[in-house]
C-alpha cells in the first residue's frame, strides 16, 4: 500500500480529521475482521450491517484509523481516530485514484513503468482476470484482484494492494447501471481495456441490453490515444464499440476472423474439455500451440482475451502460450472439476450465471458425457428483467435437444425451465422439480451412481455452488463459503 498519513487521507477525501495527523496506515480493510496492526478500517452502510458498528472490534484487532461516516466512541468515552466524511465509499475510490497516481509517478521517476488494465464483459471477466494475472505475474510484480473483487468497493481494495514495486495492475469491472464503469476507469485510468461481451444478464437492472452496450464501452471510452482497446469481434456489439475509442484497438476471435489480429486457429477440445488451438498474433506468421487446462471451449474467448492483453503490454509471444499452457481455474466454481472417489464428476460453475454461460456449460456437460450419465442440476438466472421466462424457458429446452440424461431444477425462480423441458419432450423422473436446496441434496445423494458427471449452475445469490461443495466433498473438507457477489 502507498504511505498516505492521516492528515493526507483527511485532505484527499476532503474529510475532517479526529485523529494524530502522523498516523500512516499500513492497509485497508472494509471488513474487521480482516483488520491487522495498522489497518485503516473502512466503515460503510451495508445492505446488511452498519461498518460503523464494527468500529470497535477492528480496533480490538489492529486497526488505527477509520474512515467513517460519523464519530464512534469507544468504551472509554473518546472517540476512535477517525477521518469522517460524507460518503465512505466515495472516499475509498479518491484514495484508489491519488494511489494510482503516486505510482505511476514514482516509477516514472525511475525511469519504470506502471500498466493498468482494465477488464469488463457480461461473463468471463474473473477467468480472464486469473488468465492475464498469471501470464503478467511472470513478467513483472503483479497486483490482480482477489476473487470477483469488481465493484466501487473492490477496485479500491485492490489499488490499496499495489505500491511503488507494481509493475502490472489488473482492475476487473463490474457494473450494475450507465457509469459505473466510467466511475471506476476515472479511478485507475487503464491502458489498455478488455471488454469480453455484451449479454443479457442484469438486462432487468440496465432497462434493456442496449444500455449494457452503453456501459461496457465505457471502458473503451476512458483509454488515452496511447492506450489499447482489447475487442471481441466475435460479439457485433462489442465490435461496434470500436469508434467509441481513440485508442488503438487489437481484436480478438475464437472464430478465426480475418479482421481479428488475434485468433484461435483449429479451436476444438481435448477428451478432459480442455480448449486447444493455435494462438496466432499481430506480427507472427505461425500459431504458437496454446493447451488450456480449463474446461469448456467457451473458454477459448478468455484465452485469447488474456493473450491480446498481454501483448498489448508487450509479453513475448511465446511467454503468453506457456504460461495459458500451464494454467488452471484459479478462482472456485468457475466450472471447477471434482473427481469423488466413487467415480462420480463434479463440476461445479454455479458462482454467477446468465443465458450465455448456461449455454455454454451445458454445451460442455453433453460434450464430456458421451457415453456417461450425465446430471445438469440449475437454478435460477437472476436479474433478467422481463426476458426471466423466455430465457430459463430456452434453457430448459436446450437441456433436453442435448439429450442430458437428468435434469434437475432448484427454486421456484427457475420453474420456468422445468416446465420448458417437460413440454419438450422429457418425462418421468428425467426432469425433476427441487423446492429447496435440501430437496435436491436428498435427491441427489441416493440416485447418484459411479460414472455420472453432475454439472451444478446457477446466480450466485441461488447457492447451488454449496450444494456443488457439498455433493462434490465431505463436509470436513468443504471450503468456507465465498459470499461477495460478481457484477455484471
Not at 492521516?6 to 496506515?25: C, K, S
Not at 473503451?220 to 457485433?236: H, Q, R, S, W, Y
Request: hydrophobic share 45%; charged share 20%; with cysteine.
Amino acid at each position: 500500500m502507498i504511505a498516505l498519513t492521516a492528515a493526507e487521507i483527511a485532505e484527499i477525501t476532503n474529510g475532517r480529521l479526529d485523529a494524530d495527523p502522523g498516523i500512516t496506515p499500513s492497509s485497508v480493510v472494509t471488513d474487521s475482521r480482516d483488520a491487522t496492526p495498522g489497518t485503516l478500517y473502512v466503515a460503510k452502510p451495508g445492505e446488511h450491517a452498519d461498518g460503523h458498528d464494527f468500529v470497535a472490534a477492528a480496533f480490538s484487532q489492529g486497526a488505527v484509523l477509520v474512515l467513517a461516516e460519523r464519530p464512534v466512541t469507544g468504551p472509554d468515552g473518546v472517540n476512535y481516530p477517525a477521518v469522517l466524511v460524507q460518503d465512505a465509499v466515495l472516499a475509498m475510490g479518491a484514495l484508489a485514484a491519488e494511489a494510482v497516481r503516486r505510482i505511476r509517478a514514482a516509477r516514472a521517476s525511475a525511469g519504470e513503468t506502471l500498466t493498468v488494465v482494465g477488464i469488463t464483459g457480461s461473463a468471463g471477466k474473473t477467468t480472464t482476470k486469473d488468465l492475464l494475472a498469471g501470464i503478467l505475474t511472470k513478467q513483472g510484480n503483479t497486483v490482480a484482484p482477489q476473487g470477483s473483487y469488481n465493484g466501487e468497493v473492490g477496485v479500491p481494495l485492490t489499488v490499496f494492494r499495489a505500491d511503488t514495486g507494481t509493475r502490472y495492475l489488473v482492475i476487473e469491472m463490474g457494473a450494475t447501471g450507465i457509469g459505473h464503469i466510467r466511475y471506476l476507469a476515472d479511478m485507475v485510468k487503464p491502458d489498455i481495456g478488455v471488454v469480453l461481451g455484451v449479454g443479457t444478464a442484469h438486462a432487468g437492472e440496465f432497462g434493456g441490453v442496449e444500455n449494457i452496450v452503453l456501459a461496457k464501452g465505457e471502458l473503451v471510452e476512458a483509454l488515452a490515444p496511447t492506450g489499447t482497446a482489447i475487442l471481441n469481434l466475435d460479439d457485433d456489439r462489442v465490435a461496434g464499440m470500436r469508434p467509441r475509442t481513440v485508442a488503438a484497438v487489437l481484436g480478438f476471435s475464437a472464430e478465426n476472423r480475418p479482421e481479428a489480429a488475434v485468433r484461435a486457429v483449429d479451436p476444438d477440445t481435448n477428451a478432459f474439455g480442455n480448449p486447444e488451438f493455435d494462438l496466432l498474433l499481430p506480427g507472427s506468421e505461425a500459431g504458437l500451440h496454446v493447451s488450456s487446462g480449463l474446461i469448456g471451449a467457451h473458454h477459448t474467448g478468455n484465452l485469447l482475451a488474456a493473450a491480446a492483453a498481454a501483448h498489448a503490454a508487450g509479453v513475448p509471444g511465446t511467454d503468453i502460450a506457456a504460461s495459458l499452457s500451464t494454467q488452471t481455474a484459479a478462482s472456485r466454481w468457475r466450472m471447477e472439476r471434482t473427481e469423488r472417489a466413487d467415480g462420480v464428476t463434479v463440476i461445479n460453475d454455479a458462482y454467477n450465471a446468465n443465458p450465455e454461460s448456461m449455454r455454454a456449460a451445458l454445451r460442455t456437460l453433453a460434450d464430456l458425457g458421451r457415453g456417461r450419465r450425465t446430471w445438469a442440476v440449475l437454478g435460477a438466472m437472476l436479474e433478467l428483467g422481463p426476458d426471466s421466462i423466455r430465457e430459463h424457458t430456452a434453457v430448459g429446452t436446450q437441456v433436453v435437444r442435448l439429450n442430458i440424461s437428468r435434469l434437475v431444477v432448484v427454486g421456484r425462480e427457475a420453474r420456468a425451465l422445468y416446465v420448458s423441458a417437460v413440454q419438450e419432450g422429457s418425462w418421468g423422473d428425467e426432469c425433476v422439480f427441487a423446492e429447496t436446496i435440501e430437496d435436491a441434496h436428498s435427491l441427489l445423494d441416493a440416485e447418484l451412481e459411479p460414472g455420472d458427471l453432475v454439472l451444478f449452475k446457477s446466480s450466485n445469490s441461488v447457492g447451488l455452488r454449496h450444494l456443488g461443495d457439498r455433493i462434490a466433498l465431505p463436509p470436513q473438507t468443504t471450503e468456507p463459503a465465498e459470499e461477495r457477489s460478481e457484477l455484471l
